[in-house]
T-cell receptor
């Protein structure tokens, strides 16, 4: 298994659907992240987890609900999304949270392309 | 505060020509700096990183970048472009205990 795996790679859903994105990392890292990548916008950090505990929520709407059952798995539950939520959702992991003593280097999955109709 | 600016959202070069992608950062403390590459329909892959050791950093696929504190820059270069270098490139900065901040990206096109 390669580093960070995301499923599904592509997802089309209606505004009333409930779906989930899954991320699994095989790197032995402790921190996991969800990013949103929209066309012509910088990457937006959504959530950060460290040792299963959420450490950051960057004012993300409640229709996005993250879940981190352990340090290797991260989910993003989706409910009543809007068309403007269509984007590439990237999962990443790092050895630990950024500190002065480490680089905070991120390892990314290939992303889940979400289209909301 | 930290921020990063990538000059030029699109850069086109001929195959074999020099690649120069510009990145300027703002940071209140000495930063860590990164370049990532994203190929179509894929995630971001680390090209290289600056961690306060050598100011000239060599990465994968023949890329390198030079940290210039006086210019607050971390430009990415490659002496000779290859068709396989066509991708989007992201510069990122991190200072102290903050999360990475990414630039808006530069789309590199390599012309035959």
């Amino acid at each position: 298994e390669t580093g960070v795996t995301q499923t599904p790679r592509h997802l089309v859903m209606g505004m009333t659907n409930k779906k989930s994105l899954k991320c699994e990392q095989h790197l032995g890292h402790n921190a996991m992240y969800w990013y949103k990548q929209s066309a012509k916008k910088p990457l937006e950090l959504m959530f950060v987890y460290n040792f299963k505990e959420q450490t950051e929520n960057n004012s993300v709407p409640s229709r996005f609900s993250p879940e981190c059952p352990n340090s290797s798995h991260l989910f993003l539950h989706l409910h009543t999304l809007q068309p403007e939520d269509s984007a590439l959702y990237l999962c990443a992991s790092s050895q630990g949270l950024p500190r002065e003593s480490n680089t905070g280097e991120l390892f990314f999955g290939e992303g889940s392309r979400l289209t909301v109709l | 505060a930290q921020s990063v600016t990538q000059l030029g959202s699109h850069v086109s070069v001929s195959e074999g020509a020099l690649v120069l992608l510009r990145c300027n950062y703002s940071s209140s403390v000495p930063p860590y700096l990164f370049w990532y590459v994203q190929y179509p329909n894929q995630g971001l892959q680390l090209l290289l990183k600056y961690t306060s050791a050598a100011t000239l950093v060599k990465g994968i696929n023949g890329f390198e970048a030079e940290f210039k504190k006086s210019e607050t820059s971390f430009h990415l270069t490659k002496p000779s472009a290859h068709m396989s270098d066509a991708a989007e490139y992201f510069c990122a900065v991190r200072s102290s205990a903050r999360q990475l901040t990414f630039g808006s990206g530069t789309q590199l096109t390599v012309l035959p």
